[in-house]
């Protein structure tokens, strides 16, 4: 599966974005979708994933209450809608794709896209 995240940019603190992911080359309801971050000099984290009906998500505490995953499948595009942010959120963006079990959900992707630089100025 090919993936192709955007929606990346430059917003002030307290700011919202809204990331997409197209995906292309298998049906896209097979995957457990994800995002992820890498902020310079940091390791890569987890964000958020979504089941593939779209009926779970899961979050992890930094984000917690301001960013939300959903996913269109008849689009074949998986969302994060990133609202208050904090320099902190600085980061490259990655969407990622497994066709294994939803749990545990910050492990075990098989795909990724090639990321989208978020910037939150202060």
């Known amino acids: 599966v090919q993936l192709q995240a955007s929606g990346g940019g430059l917003v002030q603190a307290g700011g919202s974005l809204r990331l997409s992911c197209a995906a292309s080359g298998r049906t896209f309801s097979d995957w457990v979708m994800g995002w992820f971050r890498q902020a310079p000099g940091r390791e890569r984290e987890f964000v958020a994933t979504?089941?593939?009906?779209?009926?779970?998500?899961y979050y992890a505490n930094s984000v917690k209450g301001r960013f939300t995953i959903s996913r269109d499948n008849a689009e074949n595009t998986v969302y994060l809608q990133m609202n208050s942010l904090t320099p902190e959120d600085t980061a490259v963006y990655y969407c990622?794709?497994?066709?294994?079990?939803?749990?545990?959900?910050?492990?075990?992707?098989?795909?990724w896209g090639q990321g989208t630089l978020v910037t939150v100025s202060s």
């Open positions: 990622a794709a497994k066709s294994g079990s939803y749990y545990p959900p910050k492990l075990s992707y098989d795909y």
């Open positions: 979504i089941s593939r009906s779209g009926s779970s998500t």
